[in-house]
């Protein structure tokens, strides 16, 4: 079982950057795919970027290509969100999330979720 604990979210102006990050406890923190979901108002959770176990894959989801980069340190057991020239449309909540089998971006497919941080970009 793993626990998941995000933090770095807050209010920026379009154009702007802000780090995501989410802290993983447990021992097998190796053993899990890591991935990034949002959910604004009124609309379902979507996949925005994911890191696989091993082997060092990245998946993103076409709005963020170039925008937003994902990575993973196994020694401190955390998975980051650099996300650069924010738009307003990346206004949500942003959670963290962990599966024990490969990348997958469908969130009904994550065993487990942190609480989420709100990210708010004004234009």
């Known amino acids: 079982q793993v626990q998941l604990v995000e933090s770095g979210g807050g209010l920026v102006q379009a154009g702007g950057s802000l780090r995501l990050s989410c802290a993983a406890s447990g021992r097998t923190f190796s053993a899990y795919t890591m991935s990034w979901f949002r959910q604004a108002p009124g609309k379902e959770r979507e996949f925005v970027a994911a890191f696989s176990r091993t082997g060092g894959m990245t998946f993103y989801t076409d709005s963020v290509k170039g925008r937003f980069t994902i990575s993973r340190d196994y020694v401190k057991k955390t998975v980051n969100l650099q996300m650069d020239s924010l738009k307003p449309e990346d206004t949500a909540v942003y959670y963290c999330?962990?599966?024990?089998?490969?990348?997958?971006?469908?969130?009904?497919?994550?065993?487990?979720w942190g609480q989420g941080t709100q990210v708010t970009v004004s234009s």
């Open positions: 999330a962990a599966r024990l089998r490969g990348l997958a971006d469908y969130a009904g497919n994550y065993d487990y």
